[in-house]
């Protein structure tokens, strides 16, 4: 008998009084026990915001999301820990994969994230600053900063590690500690997940906390500075969304919910073709990928109506080779559903989905695992001939390996079956044809938070229909809850505050750590390219002496490069160009020069130019005109152990002082 502990307030709590039993999904034998009635969950909550939250928030981002790394690296290297357990949740080696694996790769995602796309800093800049004041001295920015509460994570049994990691590393790089309360079902092994990332050492003490069973009254002294997510049923969704407290303190909720997937077979996608096989492929998998208990499976099939045999006759092909049995068997491709209340709720459903459509697939009683104690099913594929008289069918979710087949006459008719799933977290489109993906996705976008294309060029890309990305919005509008999960930064900005502030140029500086023209610029020191990365100050400046373009510099970069554009060689034609005085220099001449003029040129700190940013041409510049160059140090971002990316603002100003061009310059210095 497994004890699940809690891991609270620093210290690991053993079940106890109101413990519950769980069994193994192959044998149906009792093998654990978790919960504990007397566990402090108040007393949870303060040790994470009074300790846990303070320590992650005098981190910077990169600190974070190298810990985050840190942590991923360590669970991949004791990964069979967990293997070992998630066999008794009935999932195979290639489900472990989905799960463990996935949620090891979802927080390296956010890690690698965290270093490129934040800064090395308390504050994240949430766009660009707003000028609001004419003379440049009043300016707006929105920042995002952490909550100074907790992230309680309430999760499904489906995926007890990917479910977990996939929220607390967005949680953890925002700053915020993490109260994770997974399901009952398959608490053992998130505890196991959570153990290893307690005993690594990586994370600062209060940053992650562990309920294993009820939450008791936290819900009723959660405040606005707090985070609830939820993974389940709507049922249970609805209870936690109305909780008093949380509606009278506005605590942010986040739901991911029941939702009817569906997959489109395209009209183009003949019988023979690549994408009629692709789709077949597609079904089976989503069918029976973690025996059918995933929040994002397949669950109704649309495809033409001539179409309807052939595609009942290719996936029972493939079904009736989907070997069912004991995970811990290499041979078996799909294992049991998590527990025999949950294999008798998926029956009940299907019955009711049976009310409504033929099962052309799968019998119950009759299957090779029909004898066993513990909770297996066969995939149970239905027909429905009328699915727009059918109720059920769009209602019902069976969430183990039970789908629907329905036809549509035409994308009209596809995308209102769609949308009567009234919200789903995705819905994938199987066809080689553009405009049948563009008729698609505006008749239906708006009922799914994520549309899955996929044909003969990227299907040996393509991730599959039911794979959320980290890097992709997770989550769906209606009945799949309203709520959003990862999509890269967009799922660490959930755990902060969008705060807009206003102030001169040196405030904002001050408080983003990122240079804001018009601020303060110090030009008394030595060449910035002589000086390394640790020597560089936000607004140091270099301002260029002048050089006059002349008509032959004109004309010979127009010959060396080939760009003899009419507008820098025919004046009559120039002038008769609304935007043109007449004959100008190139832009990229002026860029050039613009080098020449801030460039130190012997071997230094400077170790590369790697591009530029968000490069504009403001006024052309004629033959006899001169230019000069104003090089500021805008932002300095770290990037390993032996150089750091600095971010310069360039300005090209005129003889009257006019801007002629602006962009933002990257180099790569040494420390």
């Known amino acids: ?96 994969l989905i799960d463990i694996d996935g949620g090891i790769g979802t927080m390296l995602v956010f890690a690698s994230k965290g270093r490129r796309e934040m800064p090395d800093a308390q504050v994240y800049l949430d766009g660009p600053p707003e000028q609001l004041g004419r003379g440049g001295q009043f300016f707006g920015q929105h920042i995002c900063t952490p909550l100074q509460g ?39 092994v998130t505890e196991a997940c959570v153990r290893l990332m307690i005993d690594s050492g990586y994370l600062p003490e209060g940053a992650l906390q562990l309920v294993s069973g009820g939450v008791g009254d936290l819900l009723d002294h959660l405040d606005c500075q707090d985070v609830v997510t939820f993974t389940g049923s709507a049922d249970t969704a609805r209870k936690l969304r109305s909780n008093a407290n949380l509606l009278d303190n506005a605590v942010r909720f986040t739901a991911e919910q029941d939702s009817l997937n569906a997959s489109v077979l395209g009209p183009d996608a003949k019988p023979g073709s690549a994408e009629f096989d692709l789709f077949v492929k597609e079904v089976q998998r989503e069918m029976t990928a973690k025996a059918g208990q995933k929040c994002t499976a397949i669950r109704r099939i649309m495809v033409p109506e001539a179409q309807v045999d052939a595609v ?26 998590v527990s025999n209340t949950q294999k008798n709720d998926v029956l009940e459903k299907a019955a009711q989905i049976g009310s409504e459509a033929e099962r052309v697939f799968g019998n119950p009683d009759d299957f090779a695992m029909a004898g066993s104690k513990g909770a297996f099913l066969p995939p149970m594929l239905f027909h429905c001939a009328d699915p727009d008289a ?42 080689h044809d553009p405009d049948v993906a563009r008729e698609i996705t505006m008749a239906s976008a708006a009922f799914h ?68 023209p018009g601020g303060t610029e110090a030009s008394d020191k030595p060449h910035p390219f002589t000086r390394r990365f ?84 403001m006024k052309p510049v004629e033959a006899g005109d001169s230019i000069k160059v104003r090089l500021t140090v805008k932002a300095k971002t770290p990037r390993n152990d032996d150089y750091g990316e600095v971010r310069w603002h360039v300005t090209l100003t005129n003889q009257d002082d006019d801007v002629v061009a602006e962009y933002e310059l990257l180099t790569m210095n040494a420390y």
Do not use: C
């Not at 019902?396 to 995308?415: C, K, N, W």
């Open 390 to 431: 059918a109720q059920a069918v769009h209602d019902v979710e069976a969430f183990g390996p039970v789908s629907t087949i329905m036809p549509y006459r035409d994308l009209g008719h596809a995308a209102e079956l769609l949308n009567r799933g009234k919200g789903s977290l995705v819905a994938s489109v199987i066809t």
């Open 449 to 516: 938070g994520r549309l899955y294309f996929n044909n003969r060029d990227s299907m040996a890309e393509a991730t599959g229909h039911g794979a959320p990305l980290p890097h992709m919005v997770h989550g769906g509008p209606g009945r799949a809850g309203g709520g959003e999960e990862l999509g890269g930064i967009r799922a660490v900005k959930h755990y902060m505050q969008r705060t807009a502030i206003q102030g001169n140029p040196d405030i904002l500086t001050a408080i983003g750590q990122r240079w804001v």
């Open 312 to 337: 009942v006759a290719a996936i029972r092909a493939r079904l009736e080779n989907v070997t069912i049995g004991d995970p811990r068997d290499e041979a078996t491709k799909m294992g049991a559903l």
């Open 1 to 96: 008998m497994r004890q699940v502990h809690s891991f609270a307030a620093g210290a690991w709590v053993p079940p106890g009084a109101g413990a519950r039993s769980i069994a193994s999904a192959i044998t149906g034998d009792v093998i654990a026990e978790a919960g504990n009635d007397a566990l402090d969950v108040q007393a949870m909550r303060a040790y994470a915001r009074d300790v846990g939250g303070p320590t992650l928030r005098a981190m910077t981002f990169h600190e974070r999301a190298k810990m985050l790394k840190a942590l991923a690296l360590h669970l991949r290297e004791h990964r069979q820990v967990l293997y070992d357990l998630s066999f008794d949740t009935g999932a195979t080696q290639s489900d472990h």
């Open 534 to 617: 640790d020597d560089l100050a936000l607004g140091d400046t270099f301002n260029s002496p002048s050089r006059m373009v002349t008509l032959d510099d004109i004309e010979t970069f127009a010959h060396f490069t080939g760009d003899t554009f009419y507008a820098h060689m025919d004046d009559a034609a120039a002038k008769a160009n609304p935007f043109f005085p007449g004959r100008v220099a190139h832009g990229y001449l002026l860029l050039s020069f613009a080098a020449g003029l801030f460039v130190q040129p012997d071997p230094g700190p400077v170790l590369a130019n790697t591009g530029l940013d968000n490069l504009r041409f």
């Open 150 to 188: 907790a992230a309680l994570h309430i999760n499904a049994f489906n995926f007890p590690v990917w479910g977990m990691l996939e929220k607390v590393a967005p949680t953890l790089l925002a700053g915020v500690p993490a109260i994770v309360k997974p399901a009952t079902a398959t608490s053992y």
